[in-house]
């Protein structure tokens, strides 16, 4: 299993720009999230799935929008790319919330910077 | 709210020592799961262990254990025989129950930075 995995590793993007962060995974788990790491914020839940065609929004979405239209796919859009977004982007997935399984795997971030 | 507390930024040890890790919570909650996650320098979150609060047995990972108080809501780990590759951010979780049905919610500590030293 090729786990979570995120593209792309680094981006650069002017004020204003739209892009799309993609995420996926190949362990058929139900629940995907997106966070980002700020220096002494620690990480933030912005949106979350759980399960295909069902997402909602975690502590800080403005200016972001996701969709989960198959369950290995969880991209994340930044609408008008602000320099406050500049950060690193985690994607994680785990096999369900709320069993014995709850341990979330992450994939290996997207440092993006907005100039 | 809930809330979860690494009182220590930053901490370093020796090579082969040991090392504990600090982190408290606030919950009213009964029913939760605790973690501690690693992020090396590579920035990849790796998870080093798990509590289930209905269990009373500290959970054990190799070099890894854990310190679980729940009256006093405080979830240390201990790294054993401290190795280079150990140096990475430490982040304790906490895991609890949204709404009704299955939805959970992770609450994040701010990290506690470990520098293992030759």
């Known amino acids: 299993n090729a786990g979570v995995t995120q593209t792309p590793k680094f981006q650069v993007l002017k004020t204003g720009q739209s892009m799309t962060l993609q995420c996926a995974q190949d362990?058929?788990?139900?629940?995907m999230s997106w966070y980002r790491q700020d220096p002494g914020m620690g990480l933030r839940l912005i949106h979350y799935?759980?399960?295909?065609?069902?997402?909602d929004q975690g502590e800080v979405p403005n200016g972001y929008n996701v969709s989960r239209s198959t369950t290995e796919d969880f991209p994340l859009r930044l609408l008008s790319a602000a320099p406050s977004q500049t950060s690193v982007y985690f994607c994680?997935?785990?096999?369900?919330?709320?069993?014995?399984?709850?341990?979330?795997?992450f994939g290996p971030g997207t440092r993006l910077t907005v100039l | 709210a809930q809330t979860v507390t690494q009182s220590q930024p930053e901490m370093s040890v020796q090579e082969a020592e040991t090392v504990t890790l600090s982190c408290t919570y606030d919950?009213?909650?009964?029913?939760?799961?605790l973690f501690w996650y690693k992020q090396p320098p590579s920035r990849q979150m790796i998870l080093v262990i798990r509590q289930e609060a209905y269990k009373q047995q500290n959970a054990t990972e190799n070099r890894f254990s854990v310190n679980f108080q729940k009256a006093a809501k405080s979830f240390s780990l201990k790294i054993s025989d401290s190795q280079l590759g150990d140096t990475a951010m430490y982040f304790c979780a906490f895991m609890k129950p949204v709404g009704a049905g299955n939805n959970r919610k992770l609450i994040w500590g701010l990290g506690t930075s470990l520098a293992v030293n030759p």
């Open positions: 362990m058929n788990h139900e629940y």
């Open positions: 799935s759980v399960g295909a065609g069902i997402t």
């Open positions: 919950t009213s909650e009964n029913n939760y799961y």
């Open positions: 994680a997935s785990s096999y369900g919330q709320g069993t014995s399984t709850d341990t979330q795997y």
